[in-house]
């Protein structure tokens, strides 16, 4: 199977990813026919390990390789309907034994076959049930016991670390523009540390994203590895390429690979964390040396993952419900500070600028009263906050406007991005009184660490064309990211929101009193 056009960065998610025709080597690949277990395809590196060139397994039937009690229940799962998972993983020897005397199989279906996928199985004494419940007993326990999101999160990385032995230990999460954020992480001590660093949204393209929420684990045993082709290329049932989304050795696509390589890494494992049919994160496993983690480890961890998914989900809600507890305080208070007759807005603009701040997680504010300019935390000199405010006043005068970049409205303001990438602006307005409230953040720091010579141009092809890579990509990125904030969030403008109709209602109240008094 050929990719009919160059992978690059404006195609890179209609790469075919679960397509590719390959395998990667540590294991080898068999598809078969469900009614009388006819193989039908073929990874080519079966003569490594099973002694017999693919080729000639083609027609064969597997009772006529494997021991017929390894395989028997193939056809009874298969007349009851049964779900492969239960099966999953099962001893398989050769009758003729070569190499390899015995081997860990997995078996499920793809398109109209089935397919059965065989690694070494390395440590005869492992009696699964009971190994995979004391892997995971002890995790279990010290992650429930923490209450707290982030604690949460690390405890994770550790005991996935501990499981596993990799050299780091991530958990990756999703923004809501599909970037993402390194918010835990496990490491050998004397390496750098990711924690924290934002990465572009192209780094896990949209199929790749759909394919993990699908297939919750991936292993990349040695990234220099050489991917094995599965013969014939096209299932002779229906002449379609073999639909690899479920299995366990597919290879994955190159520029992953490449992306890998910049990185320094060498194997890496990789888990979903999915709430509601949503990718919102991913346990991402890095190892500087090639790595194989058994099946049974790896179904620990996804076993894990799977929890945590729900576990860190909950917790995440439970942070948001103490935020929108810290704002109805927050409110609360407001509401009382403005309870004096007549209600005196600027001594309490004046007073609570720290709360202000908190209130929307921003970190410099401007108050723009008729006749003042109050400015607190980070924020740009006078001068052009001056001429921002006369330019929203000119074409924003909303109740609310917002954005992570200013300066894509406003270009005069790019020079201040380190303080004021995203603003948030509330205005107020009654009878006698109209005032704005704006809440700033500072740009988003970008930086990524790659492997070898940071300042290596990027590749040119023969033909003079700019060859893709990862790190390529990355500049693109932080060349279009520049002067943004992170984004506000819903939460954030709800509350900027509740805090407008205080307001307004308090300079409703004023205007009458003033009416009153006049009357
Ligand atoms: C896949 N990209 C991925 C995966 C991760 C990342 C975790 C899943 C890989 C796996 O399951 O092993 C990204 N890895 C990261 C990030 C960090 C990390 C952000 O360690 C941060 C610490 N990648 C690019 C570009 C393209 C691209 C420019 O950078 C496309 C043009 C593609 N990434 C890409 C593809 C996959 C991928 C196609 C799917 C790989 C596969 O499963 O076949």
Redesign the pocket.
């Known amino acids: 199977f050929v990719y009919s056009e160059p ?3 404006t195609n ?2 209609r ?1 075919p ?1 679960h397509i590719p025709g390959q395998i990667q080597p540590h294991g080898v690949l068999l598809t078969f026919q469900e009614i009388d277990l006819t193989i039908l395809q073929a990874s080519q590196n079966t003569i490594d390990f099973l002694g017999i060139e693919a080729q000639s397994l083609l027609g064969k039937k597997l009772n006529d390789i494997f021991v017929d009690a390894d395989i028997q229940f193939i056809k009874q799962a298969v007349s009851k309907n049964l779900d492969f998972d239960y099966f999953n993983p099962f001893e398989v020897r050769l009758k003729h034994p070569s190499c390899y005397p015995q081997f860990e199989g997995v078996i499920h279906r793809t398109d109209n076959v089935l397919c059965l996928e065989l690694e070494v199985k390395s440590d005869s004494k492992i009696s699964y049930p009971l190994s995979f419940y004391h892997l995971l007993k002890a995790s279990l326990k010290s992650i429930v016991h923490v209450n707290d999101f982030q604690e949460s999160t690390k405890q994770l990385v550790w005991e996935v670390k501990k499981i596993t032995g990799y050299d780091r230990v ?1 958990i ?1 999460q999703f923004e809501e523009d599909g970037s ?1 954020v ?1 918010i835990a992480e496990a490491k050998k001590e004397e390496l750098e540390s ?1 924690l924290g ?1 934002h ?1 572009p949204t ?4 949209v ?2 994203r759909k ?2 929420c699908q297939n919750w684990l ?1 292993l ?1 045993m040695d990234i220099n590895y050489k991917p094995v082709d599965i013969v014939p290329v096209l299932n002779p049932l229906n002449n379609q390429p073999l639909d690899l989304s479920n299995s366990i050795l ?1 290879s ?2 190159p ?2 690979v490449e ?2 390589q910049n ?1 320094g ?1 060498s194997a ?3 888990i979903s964390l999915i709430q509601d049919d949503q990718l919102w994160g ?1 346990i ?1 496993c ?1 190892h500087y040396e090639a790595k194989y983690v058994n099946y049974e480890t790896r179904k620990a961890c996804e076993f894990l993952g799977q929890f945590m998914s729900i576990e860190l989900f909950k917790k995440h809600y439970k942070e948001l419900e103490k935020y929108q507890q810290k704002v109805n305080e927050l409110q609360k208070e407001f509401k009382k500070n403005l309870s004096t007759i007549p209600p005196n807005i600027n001594k309490f603009l004046q007073n609570d600028g720290n709360r202000l701040l908190s209130l929307v997680n921003a970190s410099g504010i401007l108050i723009a009263l008729e006749d003042e300019l109050i400015v607190f935390g980070n924020t740009p000199p006078t001068n052009a906050v001056k001429k921002l405010l006369e330019w929203l006043k000119k074409n924003h005068q909303v109740e609310l406007f917002q954005t992570n970049n200013i300066s894509e409205y406003y270009p005069d303001f790019y020079p201040y991005k380190k303080n004021a990438s995203g603003i948030l602006v509330i205005s107020i307005f009654s009878m006698n009184t109209s005032y704005q409230i704006v809440w700033l953040r500072p740009e988003r720091t970008q930086t990524v660490t790659w492997a070898g010579n940071p300042n290596k141009p990027v590749t040119l092809a023969e033909d003079g064309t700019m060859h ?1 890579s ?1 790190r390529r ?2 500049e693109v990125w932080k060349e279009t990211t520049q002067g943004c904030s992170l984004p506000w969030k819903k939460i954030e403008l709800d509350a900027a929101l509740e805090l407008r109709n205080i307001l307004m209602l308090t300079a409703l109240q004023s205007s009458q009193l003033a009416l009153e008094k006049v009357a």
């Open positions: 992978i690059d960065l890179c998610d790469e990813i991530m990756y993402g390194v990711y660093l990465y192209s780094d896990i393209p199929q790749a394919l993990y991936r990349i597919r994955v696509s520029i992953h992306y890998l990185m890494v890496s494992l990789c991913m991402v890095h893709l990862p990509s990355f």
